[in-house]
């Protein structure tokens, strides 16, 4: 392989990824990129392990709540669980900003929310259409980029909405 080359050997890559991550390590992070249901097997080939092997920390995975288990379906699938990225995300808040950066922090997402509900005429991202004005390729794409954008902003007021209760209740979403 040289320099210039657009992919490293396989075998490289392989070897990199095995030098620094143990078997679990691998599982784990093959796991958080599975969305949709997964079978253990594809998941074992995927994290260069054997299929008992991915399954037994599959298993511990779902136990800790890092992923969803179908056990019934033959064989077993798992996929990542979307609620606890959701709640490492709001801890990582509540850990790193203060009460009142965080309602600043809030305060200024709902007005770019309600920026984006100005613009578009409705509080509810999914009920825009991005070809409603023209068939512009760029309107089209700028509409499409605004909606996302919006819809992350709905998505972080949620976790910093939550991440202001843990901060203000000691590390509880209710006051103990």
């Not at 064989?75 to 669980?81: D, H, K, M, S």
């Not at 809030?106 to 005429?121: H, S, W």
């Not at 954008?149 to 901060?167: F, P, V």
Request: overall charge negative.
């Amino acid at each position: 392989m040289t320099a210039f080359d657009p992919a490293p050997e396989s075998d490289a890559a392989t070897q990199r990824w095995q030098a620094g991550t143990d078997t679990f390590g691998r599982v784990y992070n093959v796991a958080l990129g599975v969305t949709s249901p997964t079978a253990y097997t594809e998941i074992a080939t995927l994290a260069d392990c054997s299929p008992n092997a991915a399954k037994k920390h599959l298993e511990r995975l779902a136990e800790m709540g890092i992923v969803r288990a179908d056990v019934d379906s033959r064989p077993a699938q798992y996929e990542r669980n979307d609620g606890y990225l959701e709640w490492q995300d709001t801890s990582r808040i509540a850990d790193e900003l203060t009460t009142d950066e965080i309602i600043d922090r809030v305060a200024t997402l709902e007005a770019e929310r309600a920026a984006y509900e100005d613009q578009f005429g409705t509080t509810d991202p999914t009920r825009v259409s991005v070809f409603d004005d023209d068939h512009d390729d760029h309107a089209v794409h700028e509409r499409m980029t605004a909606i996302s954008e919006w819809q992350g902003i709905i998505r972080d007021i949620r976790l910093y909405e939550l991440a202001r209760q843990l901060a203000e209740n000691d590390g509880h979403l209710l006051p103990a």
